[in-house]
T-cell receptor, first 116, second 115 residues
Framework: ETGVTQTPRHLVMGMTNKKSLKCEQHLGHNAMYWYKQSAKKPLELMFVYNFKEQTENNSVPSRFSPECPNSSHLFLHLHTLQPEDSALYLC???????????????FGPGTRLTVL | AQKVTQAQTEISVVEKEDVTLDCVYETRDTTYYLFWYKQPPSGELVFLIRRNSFDEQNEISGRYSWNFQKSTSSFNFTITASQVVDSAVYFCALSGGTGRRALTFGSGTRLQVQP
């Protein structure tokens, strides 16, 4: 596998379910990101992890819980979601080397989530 | 606060026409980076270009060219001799400021190239 992979590609869940999205990057990067892309809104940043530490939480509801066990893997745990959470969830990574570096982010194909 | 505006929601052109996608940004930072990404129907965002705030040279890559004008806070993207495969949503993005690396995206411009 190369680049950034995401599983599953599609997910349908009920409001009472618990599920997890997985992201894996094979690029040796140190920073990983979760973005949400809804039909009627611009891409929204959710979380940023840098060297496994969460450095940004963009006021995301607690029903979304990220986990970054190492620099290559990022999870988004979902529970008691709402229908308005239906969206494309995109993971990205970048080769951060310290403060002041603004490298391009490489994106995965996304998970299309539908909440019934 | 940072903001990226892509005023063109959707553009439709006929193959071989040239098309320019507009991007206007707002930031208080003196150091920042601008990006363009392409999102084809498959959904994956594909990186096209990065430009830093100190480099106002225009760039050309094949049929793609970018015009960065700091004076007007614009970073426009031109596709010359468009092709059907160029059909996608194009996003302009901005990062920078006090170590914040995450991207602020514009709302995107959907480009339809008709054969």
């Amino acid at each position: 596998e190369t680049g950034v992979t995401q599983t599953p590609r599609h997910l349908v869940m009920g409001m009472t379910n618990k599920k997890s999205l997985k992201c894996e990057q094979h690029l040796g990067h140190n920073a990983m990101y979760w973005y949400k892309q809804s039909a009627k809104k611009p891409l929204e940043l959710m979380f940023v992890y840098n060297f496994k530490e969460q450095t940004e939480n963009n006021s995301v509801p607690s029903r979304f819980s990220p986990e970054c066990p190492n620099s290559s893997h990022l999870f988004l745990h979902l529970h008691t979601l709402q229908p308005e959470d239906s969206a494309l969830y995109l993971c990205a990574s970048s080769p951060e080397s310290g403060i002041g570096s603004y490298n391009e982010q490489f994106f995965g194909p996304g998970t299309r989530l539908t909440v019934l | 606060a940072q903001k990226v505006t892509q005023a063109q929601t959707e553009i439709s052109v006929v193959e071989k026409e040239d098309v320019t996608l507009d991007c206007v940004y707002e930031t208080r930072d003196t150091t920042y980076y601008l990006f363009w990404y392409k999102q084809p129907p498959s959904g994956e965002l594909v990186f096209l270009i990065r430009r830093n705030s100190f480099d106002e040279q225009n760039e050309i890559s094949g049929r793609y060219s970018w015009n960065f004008q700091k004076s007007t806070s614009s970073f426009n993207f031109t596709i010359t001799a468009s092709q059907v495969v160029d059909s996608a949503v194009y996003f302009c993005a901005l990062s920078g400021g006090t170590g914040r690396r995450a991207l602020t995206f514009g709302s995107g411009t959907r480009l339809q190239v008709q054969p």
